[in-house]
């Protein structure tokens, strides 16, 4: 369930499949693959089509800067998303520009198409959630440890009187491993630990962000043998 077409050609390419699960690896479980069908149109000299007998697969002339084009428009496309929003009508396929390098060993330019590629339109500017991950955490435990009836009224007033967050309120935890949402136009159910898991992460790349990651040191220092120029450079 994933296909690729090159100057309306379909090919497979390992190139465009690594490029989709690094543009996938924040969004995706471990163990799921995308689906897709993307377009690629580029200058027909920057591909070589005669690289497989059954003209299944094709050489690219620059194949990193391929590779990036692809990565960069399906992670910008993917990161717009949130849920509820509506989706755009996909558009047809974008055209990549691609210019010999002056040398063979020059790192290549990052491309800077006019429309984000790959089938998707260009996603609106990302905006911040309406509660933060700790709110929202915290809103799930009071509404946990009340019963389902405060659960119900409480649903109702946020509805009315502020913008609920994007995966509602929590009603109901099923078998110690599902939370049960409800939103306005309908229910979410929640793995509780790849959440925890998510949260988790999201705080750590937060952190990152602020260059303020917290450590623990090993409560028995592990001893590592190492030269005096490693030791060195550790320092």
Same mark, same amino acid.
């Given at each position: ?9 379909? #090919? $497979? ?10 543009? =996938? &690896? ?17 200058? @027909? ?33 993917? /990161? +717009?998303? $949130?849920? +509820? ?10 055209? #990549?520009?691609?210019?010999?390098? @002056? !040398? ?8 800077? @198409?006019?429309?984000?590629?790959? +089938? =998707?339109?260009?996603? @609106? ?10 709110? %929202? ?31 509602? =309120? ?6 110690? #491993? =599902? ?6 136009? +309908? ?14 992460? !999201? ?8 260059? /303020? #990651? %917290?450590? &623990? ?12 120029? !490693? /030791?060195?450079? /550790?320092?």
């Amino acid at each position: 369930m994933q296909f690729f077409f090159v100057n309306r050609r379909l #090919i $497979r390419d390992k190139l465009v499949s690594h490029a989709v699960k690094q543009a =996938y &690896q924040d969004v995706l479980f471990h163990g799921r693959h995308a689906v897709f069908v993307l377009y690629l149109t580029l200058d @027909p000299a920057q591909v070589d089509v005669n690289a497989h007998p059954a003209k299944l697969e094709v050489r690219f002339r620059d194949s990193r800067l391929v590779h990036d084009f692809l990565y960069k428009a399906l992670h910008r496309a993917l /990161a +717009g998303i $949130r849920p +509820g929003q509506p989706q755009a009508v996909p558009e047809p396929a974008s055209v #990549i520009e691609v210019s010999p390098r @002056p !040398e063979a060993d020059q790192n290549p330019a990052p491309a800077s @198409p006019a429309t984000s590629g790959a +089938g =998707y339109s260009r996603p @609106p500017q990302q905006t911040a959630l309406p509660l933060s991950v700790e709110e %929202q955490i915290s809103s799930y435990a009071r509404l946990q440890a009340q019963p389902a009836t405060e659960n119900r009224r409480q649903f109702e007033v946020d509805t009315a009187d502020a913008a609920i967050p994007p995966l509602g =309120y929590a009603v109901a935890h099923l078998h110690n #491993i =599902y939370i049960l949402a409800e939103t306005a136009n +309908g229910i979410i159910l929640v793995d509780a630990h790849a959440a925890h898991e998510r949260v988790t992460y !999201e705080r750590l790349k937060k952190q990152l962000a602020e260059g /303020a #990651i %917290q450590s &623990q040191p090993l409560l028995v220092p592990l001893r590592v043998a190492v030269t005096t120029l !490693e /030791a060195e450079l /550790a320092e």
